[in-house]
């Protein structure tokens, strides 16, 4: 009669019977837990907003709420109070500045709140007064002006990648707190917010830019150049803040790494700066609707319609 032969469970009881064979068993188990501890923990990538606040999004969105709607008051003052307000963002590359334009303006009226990102100048441009091309952008009365970056290229990337000579260089420099006074003296509100963000937290969002095809358009050659300058740029910054931080328009650092306290602390900031009151008008009084009368509408098959996807 043959033996019947032993199963893989049978085949571990017999080790388990023994003391010593499971002693052993133990061991082993050990010390593969110990090596699955010794690896590093792969940490799955981020997206650009997460993991930069500990600021829950209940609380956040609460704040943001209630700032945005004071903006509308402030709006309201200034279009009847015919005020001209000017507020330029400068700052590191994905500092944050442009998520804080965008929570500022979304809530305004576009016809009387603008975003001026100028891009490179023309040929013309660059024969005009350095500063010519920024003053068209100017507000007239009754506007707000967000300057995603503005004449401060001059003393920041121009400077840094020699895009323009010592002596444009120094001129700005001079002629810039001279500028700016002219504009205060106008009457114009010109106000002015250096987003800091530290190298640690640049880097990561640089990296979750490249994994995210939504973001990647953020990656200009220049941000890539400036990963390899932050020295460079970090005493361009100290020299332009020497030489404009001045009593009339002084600068204003607001800390980027977390991006929705700083989102909050600008706006508030902006506020407390500009001496508006609530303006909001009345809420109009809604006369009943009239009667579609005899109107009949074209046939719907005469028509193209948007596909419902969704």
Avoid at 232 to 254: C, G, L, Q, R
Wanted: proline fraction near 6%.
């Amino acid at each position: 009669m043959k033996a019947k032969k032993k199963t893989n469970t049978d085949a571990q009881a017999d080790v388990l019977d023994s003391p010593m064979a499971a002693l052993a068993a133990l061991k082993r188990g050990n010390k593969k837990k110990e090596k699955a501890a010794e690896k590093p923990e792969i940490k799955k990538h981020t997206t650009e907003d997460e993991g930069s606040s500990k600021l829950s999004n209940r609380i956040y969105e609460k704040e943001l709420s209630k700032l945005q709607l004071e903006l509308v008051k402030m709006q309201y003052w200034a279009k009847f109070t015919g005020a001209r307000v000017v507020i330029l963002f400068e700052g590191r590359d994905a500092a944050g500045k442009g998520g804080t334009i965008k929570r500022i303006t979304e809530p305004l009226n576009p016809r009387g709140c603008r975003i001026v990102a100028l891009g490179t100048p023309s040929d013309r441009e660059k024969t005009q007064w350095y500063f010519q091309r920024y003053v068209e952008h100017l507000p007239a009365a009754g506007e707000i002006v967000c300057f995603d970056r503005s004449w401060y290229n001059r003393a920041g990337i121009e400077h840094v990648m020699g895009f323009c000579s010592k002596a444009e260089y120094r001129e700005f420099m001079q002629t810039c707190p001279e500028f700016e006074q002219m504009l205060v003296r106008s009457g114009i509100i010109l106000l002015k917010y250096w987003f800091s963000v530290s190298d640690e937290e640049q880097e990561r969002r640089f990296q979750s830019r490249v994994t995210d095809p939504a973001r990647r358009w953020k990656l200009s050659p220049m941000d890539l150049e400036s990963r390899d300058r932050w020295v460079d740029y970090s005493k361009a910054k100290d020299d332009m803040f020497a030489h404009t931080n001045i009593p009339e328009a002084p600068w204003f650092t607001v800390e980027g790494d977390d991006k929705k306290r700083a989102r909050l602390n600008c706006i508030h900031h902006v506020l407390s700066k500009i001496p508006y009151v609530d303006m909001t008008p009345s809420p109009p009084e809604l006369p009943p609707r009239k009667s579609a009368g005899h109107y009949v509408r074209p046939p719907i098959n005469e028509q193209f319609f948007v596909p419902s996807m969704y």
